[in-house]
């Protein structure tokens, strides 16, 4: 079955910076890619997807690389803001078949 | 707007004790989840519903067991809880079974079980 590998574990940057969270998955016919953003006390949101036939989204300071020939894909956030700080999730999954999570990624954002 | 509630934030049991964690949407969709979420492991597909009475297993079943009665609640069942059965619990919802279909999470019960 799938499976998806997720770094770094922690990531701290100072507010301003740009963030980089990087996934691997090893089932090459998976063809969605979500980021989930999970901040404190809550449960974790959809903030972005990519999709198979797509190489990069944005949606204003969040953007999502895809390479499907390495099989990874990236979460990008630029112009990090406090308010950022929050555990990420990717995802990956297939047609019908269930999302299968990354570990996590704890963002901290320093003021 | 939507929205999936969690009957606990926080529960404390002893081992043994059988326990139920509650999930509820209001937002009418088919399928609904039940994960749990640890530290280094990300999370981890304990059971799914695609329609009333009906279940599947997921990456973690053991030990747990799920009843949905009615399509907007889906419980999730301790028979014996276990020390390590203590975790965060997400339930989620999506409208389809699609993998590209949202899901939408619950707050999450953090059980303790001693």
């Known amino acids: 079955g799938e499976n998806v590998e997720q770094h770094p574990s922690t990531l701290s940057v100072q507010e301003g910076d740009s963030a980089v969270i990087k996934c691997t998955y090893s089932d090459s016919a998976s063809n969605y890619f979500p980021w989930y953003k999970q901040e404190l006390g809550k449960g974790p949101q959809l903030i972005i997807d990519?999709?198979?036939?797509?190489g990069e989204k944005k949606d204003q300071r969040i953007a999502v690389t895809l390479n499907k020939t390495a099989k990874h894909f990236s979460l990008h956030i630029t112009e990090t803001q406090p308010e950022d700080s929050a555990v990420y999730f990717c995802a990956a999954s297939k047609g019908f078949q269930k999302l299968v999570f990354g570990t996590g990624t704890r963002l901290l954002v320093s003021p | 707007d939507v929205k999936v509630t969690q009957s606990s934030r926080y529960l404390v049991k002893r081992t043994g004790e059988k326990v139920f964690l509650e999930c509820v949407q209001d937002m009418d969709h088919e399928n609904m989840f039940w994960y749990r979420q640890d530290p280094g492991l990300g999370l981890r597909l304990i059971y799914f519903s695609y329609d009333v009475k009906m279940k599947e297993k997921g990456d973690i079943p053991e030990g747990y067991s799920v009843s949905r009665e009615k399509k907007e609640r889906f419980s999730l069942i301790l028979e014996s809880a276990s020390t390590n059965q203590t975790s965060m619990y997400l339930c989620?919802?999506?409208?389809?079974?699609?993998?590209?279909?949202?899901?939408?999470f619950g707050p999450g019960t953090r059980l303790t079980v001693l």
């Open positions: 990519i999709r198979s036939n797509v």
């Open positions: 989620a919802s999506s409208l389809t079974l699609a993998g590209t279909d949202t899901q939408y």
